[in-house]
Structures are given as C-alpha cells and as structure tokens.
C-alpha cells in the first residue's frame, strides 16, 4: 500500500508569499516527516510530528497533522526564492515490527520567484 | 562533515553490465536504505537493513541486490542493469529513537546505463 500522496505537484508563488503543501496517507503511523530536495541533489530532513501531536513549528515551518483525515500540511511563510525545492512527507507505518521502513508520497515542487 | 556517503556521483555503464554502488556513514545508525528516484518522482525504497536485518521491498526486481558488511556500509549490486534502471539511487540512513526515523540522505549516485 502506498503511503504519502500530496498535493499539488507543483506550486509557484512569488517571494513573500506563504506556500502550503499538503500530504495523506493510507496506514497508521508512528510519525511524519518532511523533508526537501534540492535539483540533483540528497534530502534534507525538516521536521518530524509525532502522531499524538497536532502541530509542530520550526522557524518558517509549520506542520500541522489530522490523523483522523491521514492528512498533514506544511506551510512555508514569508517564501524566498532559496526555498525553491522539492517537497517530500514521509511515514512509517505503525503496527509493524518497527524496522524503520519510511515511506514518500509523491512531492510537491515549490518555485518561488524573486 | 560529510555524514553519509556515496560513491560515485555518477556512474555510468553498459546495458547489462554488472555494478556496485556503495554508501558509507560516520553516523553509526543501526538503519539503511537504498532508495531509487526517477526523474520528477518521489524516492522509491527498494530495501532497508535494520541491523543485520534484510528487509526487501515486494515489487523490488531481484536484478537488485544489496549488501551490508558492517555498520558503516553498504553497497547495492544492480546484476544486469537495463535502461530502466538508469535513475538516482540514494542511500539514508537512521537510528531508531523513540519511533522516530529521521534518515539522514546521501547525495545520491546518478546511474546512466548506454
């Protein structure tokens, strides 16, 4: 089963402005997490929410969680064109023996214009 | 400090031919994966070691192959690659904490099969 589909694919604001990405899945988790790919290049992890939690922030972030909807978004406020990236959330089902496998969803390409 | 990392960068070789890319860490974490990433595509988990333990992914082609000699790496054999197989292939790794699995990303080898 697939974890992780997100919405939109692909996003383009304009610097200043606020971008919020969207992400579900399909089985109880122990957490989510987000993280972002520049072109060409390894993930970087943002943050992680618990599945107890409902909201998380960091900086600019803000990720918020519904586990009744398998639902999380993020939001990047006050956008700059270094934020301009690949947006991936990733899971790990619960239930399991708890191997550490983790899960993308599709992503969400960000271009933020200067 | 460089904390995962993959050998080449890019890699290119014969349609068929045999090839091992490798994937090293200084982070001591007890979890590693391989993942694939086409192009515009989320990261594909082909499979993951937590430990000495092999997890294979269901619909990973038996063309893939992995190995983990130690903690510190880990190499994916791909036996006969096809142009299909061309793609990135990222290499994380994460300690399981609490439930938690933040992966720490490589930057990932590009293959090219000609």
């Known amino acids: 089963s697939q974890q992780g589909e997100e919405d939109p694919q692909a996003l383009s604001i304009q610097e200043g402005e606020n971008a919020t990405m969207n992400c579900s899945y399909k089985?109880?988790?122990?957490?989510l997490q987000w993280y972002r790919q520049n072109s060409g290049r390894g993930l970087v992890h943002l943050i992680l929410?618990?599945?107890?939690?409902r909201e998380k922030h960091s900086g600019r972030l803000r990720v918020t969680l519904d586990t009744s909807k398998k639902s999380s978004s993020l939001l990047i406020t006050a956008s700059r064109a270094a934020d301009t990236a690949s947006y991936f959330c990733?899971?790990?089902?619960?239930?399991?023996?708890?191997?550490?496998?983790?899960?993308f969803g599709q992503g969400t390409t960000l271009q933020v214009k200067p | 400090d460089a904390m995962v990392i993959q050998n080449p960068r890019y890699q290119v070789t014969q349609f068929g031919k045999p090839v091992t890319l490798s994937c090293s860490q200084t982070?001591?974490?007890?979890?590693m994966y391989w993942y694939q990433q086409k192009s515009s595509q989320a990261p594909k988990l082909l499979f993951h070691?937590?430990?000495?333990?092999?997890?294979n992914e269901a619909d990973t082609p038996d063309n893939f192959q992995s190995r983990r000699p130690n903690t510190s790496f880990c190499f994916l054999d791909i036996r006969s690659p096809g142009l299909g197989d061309a793609a990135m292939y990222l290499c994380?790794?994460?300690?399981?904490?609490?439930?938690?699995?933040?992966?720490?990303f490589g930057q990932g080898t590009r293959l090219t099969v000609v």
């Open positions: 982070l001591n974490h007890n979890v």
């Open positions: 929410i618990r599945s107890n939690e």
């Open positions: 990733a899971t790990d089902a619960k239930g399991s023996s708890n191997t550490g496998k983790l899960i």
């Open positions: 994380a790794t994460s300690r399981i904490r609490g439930g938690s699995t933040e992966a720490f």
């Open positions: 070691y937590y430990d000495k333990d092999f997890n």
């Open positions: 089985t109880s988790i122990n957490n």
